[in-house]
T-cell receptor
Framework: GAVVSQHPSRVICKSGTSVKIECRSLDFQATTMFWYRQFPKQSLMLMATSNEGSKATYEQGVEKDKFLINHASLTLSTLTVTSAHPEDSSFYIC????????????FGAGTRLSVL | DAKTTQPNSMESNEEEPVHLPCNHSTISGTDYIHWYRQLPSQGPEYVIHGLTSNVNNRMASLAIAEDRKSSTLILHRATLRDAAVYYCILRDRLGNQGGKLIFGQGTELSVKP
């Protein structure tokens, strides 16, 4: 099956620094990528949807200036958590879809962010 | 968004069939029924999806009620590796709402040896 690679798998950073997470579709071109966040014992919460070459669409309550999303190519999307604080510590998961007609969304393995 | 309702948790014995129910009484005619599962500390993975007819694949079967207001994911022989949170999600096939997958709380399946 299709593979989505997410890097890094784990990152620890100091409060106030920025962290970039990469998401790559390895064997297909992803017209749309999604970013989710998951707190312990909770479900995934969709943060934003990005289409290649256009600005991301953020879900209500998600700060676009804090969570910068770039989808510059059909195989790469990045999420940058700017000026991270301890409350941003979470499990971040990306997902990619080839086209709307193709019903399956493929997920990365996730990035566990810990902000000290 | 059309919502789904699933039991919080279920238990199964290894090598026995498991039936995971999902209610979606407000489903619209353009909604696909998707199932994903998430193993501990991993991203979700696709299990199966359907629209009206029952579906089978190598992982599971999906039984859809005639009125489409409920569905059941069937694992024919549970293994310890099937222990996961299973999510039943409605996705609009016309792409309204961007065809996003919105996750509910899911059912946490535990499998006993």
């Amino acid at each position: 099956g299709a593979v989505v690679s997410q890097h890094p798998s784990r990152v620890i950073c100091k409060s106030g620094t920025s962290v970039k997470i990469e998401c790559r579709s390895l064997d297909f071109q992803a017209t749309t990528m999604f970013w989710y966040r998951q707190f312990p014992k909770q479900s995934l919460m969709l943060m934003a949807t990005s289409n290649e070459g256009s600005k991301a669409t953020y879900e209500q309550g998600v700060e676009k200036d804090k969570f910068l999303i770039n989808h510059a190519s059909l195989t790469l999307s990045t999420l940058t958590v700017t000026s991270a604080h301890p409350e941003d510590s979470s499990f971040y998961i990306c997902s990619a879809r080839e086209t709307l007609a193709k019903n399956i969304q493929y997920f990365g393995a996730g990035t566990r962010l810990s902000v000290l | 968004d059309a919502k789904t309702t699933q039991p919080n948790s279920m238990e199964s014995n290894e090598e026995e069939p498991v039936h995971l129910p999902c209610n979606h009484s407000t489903i619209s005619g353009t909604d696909y029924i998707h199932w994903y599962r998430q193993l501990p500390s991993q991203g979700p993975e696709y299990v199966i999806h359907g629209l009206t007819s029952n579906v089978n694949n190598r992982m599971a079967s999906l039984a859809i009620a005639e009125d489409r207001k409920s569905s059941t994911l069937i694992l024919h022989r549970a293994t310890l590796r099937d222990a996961a949170v299973y999510y039943c999600i409605l996705r609009d096939r016309l792409g309204n709402q961007g065809g996003k997958l919105i996750f509910g709380q899911g059912t946490e399946l535990s499998v006993k040896p």
